[in-house]
């Protein structure tokens, strides 16, 4: 089995910034994809960034690009997501992923963390 854990959300003014974390404990070596995804109150969950085990990146939606940045420390088992110049449209739970693969699609990831809230005011 795999555990995810993240941590970093809170409670922010617009135009500042946050940085999420997700330690992913148990089987990580044989999972090394990792998503960071979002979902918003009365919205389906969205894919936010993701990165290989050697670092490859990908971004979506066209919003965050720019914005927020996805790296890794495979030393601690950690995925990171830094996020800048945050608008109230980024208010979500945020949630980590793990699986074989990295990419924008949930059923890539087999397991998932119970998400961090970023709450982000006007």
């Known amino acids: 089995q795999v555990q995810l854990v993240e941590s970093g959300g809170g409670l922010v003014q617009a135009g500042e910034s946050l940085k999420l974390s997700c330690v992913v404990s148990?089987?990580?070596?044989?999972?090394?994809?990792r998503g960071w995804f979002r979902q918003a109150p009365g919205k389906e969950r969205e894919f936010v960034a993701a990165?290989?085990?050697?670092?490859?990146?990908?971004y979506r939606p066209d919003s965050v690009k720019g914005r927020f940045t996805i790296s890794r420390d495979n030393a601690k088992n950690t995925v990171y997501l830094q996020m800048n110049a945050l608008t109230p449209d980024d208010t979500a739970v945020y949630l980590c992923?793990?699986?074989?693969?990295?990419?924008?699609?949930?059923?890539?990831?087999?397991?998932w963390g119970r998400g961090t809230q970023v709450t982000v005011s006007s």
């Open positions: 992923a793990a699986g074989s693969a990295s990419g924008p699609r949930k059923n890539l990831y087999p397991y």
């Open positions: 148990g089987r990580a070596f044989e999972n090394p994809g």
């Open positions: 990165i290989s085990y050697s670092g490859s990146t990908i």
